[in-house]
């Protein structure tokens, strides 16, 4: 089937390899005209496991095209809308202008018989206010809403095996027959399809992303009070986690949640059930945004106490500026934050990371970065471990100790084995361990 995904970023460009992995003939529309010549190349314009041999293939079998000219994607069938919905500067609610500039741009070029499928997480009622827009510029073109659950790190994989494929279609239209036959692929091997209305499609999303915000923040909680009582966590989390009614994953307390969707999508959805008048049934989420934040502080707290009551002209080491691992997205990112925080209390940074330092810098140039990680090591007075990539995760206590000036080591995730990095005679701090 002839597809569209407009919008290639760190959705988009994994969506479009992948329907041309699937066999669909795709192209790619972004307005960035030095994303689109990667992207034509064969190349990714961000870190993402696999994604490179994807689009290299995509491409080189003639599937997969990118364009900036929304006019070339005219006579695709099915349009998948992926363009960025981040937070308004001035408030928590979602800003959709790429999403009304993308639909103002399609609906002049697409038949009748188009399906324009929304793939961007919005507020609930944008959907229905896209198919309105649309019907009354005189178009039959359909609108479908399909949330995206990927995970980066793991977005091809997520991409071609979802758990669940969930359609938000209206009554009656042609929309599911159009999707499953996009998706025959992964639906042919038993992944789960629920068909829902345009609010539940919506609703579904924000609400996964709200769910699991919840739940890093819930332990997070448990770890502030952890620390108080000297409990472990980490025991804590396992202990709990045995219950299949909980599940363990997710529960790994540190220094809370970043990125590009949870922090945002926690906000927008307080917004949006503020304006419909329901602010109290989504209440705890500003607790859970604060209890996250608060951890990004608890940090900043916890090196000024090791470090004597002052970080100032101190040598902190930060290990990872991007908001997880396998990624180089600094979105949001807590380690960023951490390694800017301290920057501003005159301490002497070294700010490493394995691939996020290039967009880091785009944020936050005041910073000192520094890409070999021995010499970001080197005379350290504090290391900080802020983003659980292997290779901090596999640092040798030792080997660590003989670059460092002074061995305290605070881990901003739980990853590290505090035995092995006490009898290499570290001083070890957890968050909530
Ligand atoms: N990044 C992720 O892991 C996931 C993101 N999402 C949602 O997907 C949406 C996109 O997120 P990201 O890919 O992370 O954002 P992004 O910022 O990486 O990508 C958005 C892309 O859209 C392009 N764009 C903006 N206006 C355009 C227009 N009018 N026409 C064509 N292209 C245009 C931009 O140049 C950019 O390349 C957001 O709503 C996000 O919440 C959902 C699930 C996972
Ligand atoms: O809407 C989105 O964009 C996506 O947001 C998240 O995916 P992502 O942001 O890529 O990464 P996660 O693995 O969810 O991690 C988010 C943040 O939570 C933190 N985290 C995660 C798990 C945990 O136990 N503790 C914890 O602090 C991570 O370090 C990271 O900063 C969701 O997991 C995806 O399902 C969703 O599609």
């Known amino acids: 089937m002839k597809i569209s995904v407009i919008g290639c970023g760190y959705l988009g460009a994994v969506h479009a390899a992948a329907m041309a992995k699937l066999g669909h003939d795709v192209i790619g529309v972004d307005t960035d005209p030095l994303k689109v010549e990667r992207l034509s190349r064969g190349e990714a314009p961000f870190f993402e496991p696999g994604l490179p041999e994807l689009l290299r293939e995509g491409v080189a079998s003639g599937r997969l095209r990118f364009t900036t000219e929304i006019a070339d994607a005219g006579d695709a069938r099915v349009h998948f809308l992926a363009v960025g919905t981040p937070q308004m500067a001035d408030s928590d609610a979602a800003d959709l202008r790429f999403v009304d500039a993308a639909v103002a741009s399609l609906v002049p070029v697409i038949p009748d018989d188009a399906v324009v499928v929304g793939k961007s997480t919005v507020p609930v009622g944008t959907a229905a206010s896209i198919a309105e827009r649309i019907r009354a510029a005189g178009s039959g073109a359909e609108v479908a809403w399909n949330p995206e659950f990927l995970r980066e790190g793991f977005a091809v994989a997520d991409t071609l095996t979802p758990d669940r494929i969930v359609y938000g279609v209206p009554d009656g239209g042609r929309a599911v027959e159009v999707l499953d036959e996009v998706y025959a692929g992964p639906l042919a091997t038993g992944i789960p399809r629920l068909v829902t209305d345009y609010a539940t499609a919506e609703l579904v999303k924000t609400a996964a992303n709200a769910f699991l915000a919840t739940k890093i923040s ?200 505090p035995e092995a990095w006490r009898s290499a005679g570290f001083e070890y701090v957890g968050l909530g361990r």
């Open 218 to 417: 819930f332990i997070n909680a448990m770890a502030e009070i952890a620390e108080v009582v000297g409990a472990d966590v980490t025991q804590l989390a396992d202990a709990i986690g045995h219950d299949a009614r909980i599940g363990r994953r997710f529960l790994n307390a540190g220094i809370g949640f970043g990125g590009g969707c949870l922090p945002k999508d926690i906000r927008a959805f307080s917004a949006r059930a503020e304006e419909l008048g329901r602010a109290e049934s989504v209440a705890f989420l500003r607790e859970v945004d604060a209890i996250n934040l608060r951890r990004r502080e608890r940090v900043v707290e916890l090196a000024t106490q090791v470090l004597g009551g002052s970080v100032y002209r101190k040598r902190i080491v930060v290990l990872g500026l991007t908001f997880k691992p396998d990624s180089d997205d600094v979105r949001d990112s807590p380690g960023l934050d951490i390694a800017a925080r301290l920057h501003g209390l005159g301490a002497l940074v070294a700010a490493t990371d394995p691939q996020g330092i290039e967009n880091a810098r785009v944020r936050h140039p005041q910073l000192p970065y520094e890409a070999d990680l021995d010499a970001a090591l080197s005379d350290a007075d504090l290391v900080i471990l802020t983003t659980e990539w292997a290779e901090y995760r596999g640092l040798d206590p030792e080997h660590v100790g003989e670059l460092v000036a002074g061995p305290t080591i605070i881990d901003g995730r739980n990853v590290l084995d």
